[in-house]
């Protein structure tokens, strides 16, 4: 579950253990952690919206991005882009369905949209 301590006293912890550590942190269920979030969106690989996103995250899985997008709080996500690359989670309150500037991309990011 973790590695040995830092010269600060600080465990290096896993990535299953730090996911497991904020779901406790962020009281996550079943829900969060089942891979059911996507099914609520659309994808367009290989493209991102033009528009900037009001949230992003660093370091999470494209499952994990769309439950945060399902139960954002501060604004009404409309859609995500994920870069696998490095697990970029950009989340927006503008929808691509709605006549706005999509653009294709070259890099590892693929754009969800909610389902309307």
Do not use: W
């Not at 900037?52 to 439950?67: F, H, L, W």
């Amino acid at each position: 579950m973790y590695s040995n301590t830092t010269s600060r006293g600080v465990y290096s912890f896993s990535n299953e253990y730090r996911t497991m550590h904020a779901c406790l942190i962020l009281a996550c269920d079943a829900y969060f952690l089942s891979g059911v979030n996507l099914q609520h969106f659309l994808t367009s690989r290989h493209h991102v919206l033009i528009s900037q996103p009001e949230v992003v995250v660093k370091g999470v899985s494209v499952d994990q991005c769309a439950a945060r997008c399902l139960q954002e709080a501060t604004f009404d996500c409309q859609s995500f882009d994920y870069c696998f690359d490095y697990g970029g989670c950009g989340m927006s309150s503008q929808h691509a369905d709605r006549n706005l500037a999509v653009k294709p991309t070259v890099a590892y990011c693929d754009l969800y949209s909610r389902e309307i």
